[in-house]
């Protein structure tokens, strides 16, 4: 098992940055694959960006492509997402998830492929 732990949220204006962190447990973080989700109040959950097991390989949402990156730190168990040139649109709680997938690039984009989430870290971004 794995538990997980975001950081990093906050309220920052419209062109802004923030660089969400997700601390993990366990001996076996660079076994999962790891993503970023996020709920805006009265929306679905949306995925964001997924990383590989070992970095190798990343997926974003159409939306974020460009402005937002997601990276890792096995040796540290945690997970980043830097975001960049933030939107009022990008509003919403944060959350990280982890599939258990050990020597596979896998990406997930669907939340269901997930196992362990974390509870979440508000973004708000002021116009």
């Known amino acids: 098992q794995v538990q997980l732990v975001e950081s990093g949220g906050g309220l920052v204006q419209a062109g802004g940055s923030l660089r969400l962190s997700c601390a993990a447990s366990g001996r076996t973080f660079s076994s999962y694959t790891m993503g970023w989700f996020r709920q805006a109040p009265g929306k679905e959950r949306e995925f964001v960006a997924a990383i590989s097991w070992r970095g190798i390989r990343t997926s974003y949402e159409d939306s974020v492509k460009g402005r937002f990156t997601i990276s890792r730190d096995n040796a540290k168990n945690t997970m980043y997402l830097q975001m960049n040139s933030l939107k009022p649109e990008d509003t919403a709680v944060y959350y990280c998830?982890?599939?258990?997938?050990?020597?596979?690039?896998?990406?997930?984009?669907?939340?269901?492929?997930?196992?362990?989430w974390g509870q979440g870290t508000q973004v708000t971004v002021s116009s």
């Open positions: 998830a982890a599939d258990y997938s050990p020597y596979s690039i896998a990406v997930h984009s669907i939340g269901n492929e997930y196992d362990y």
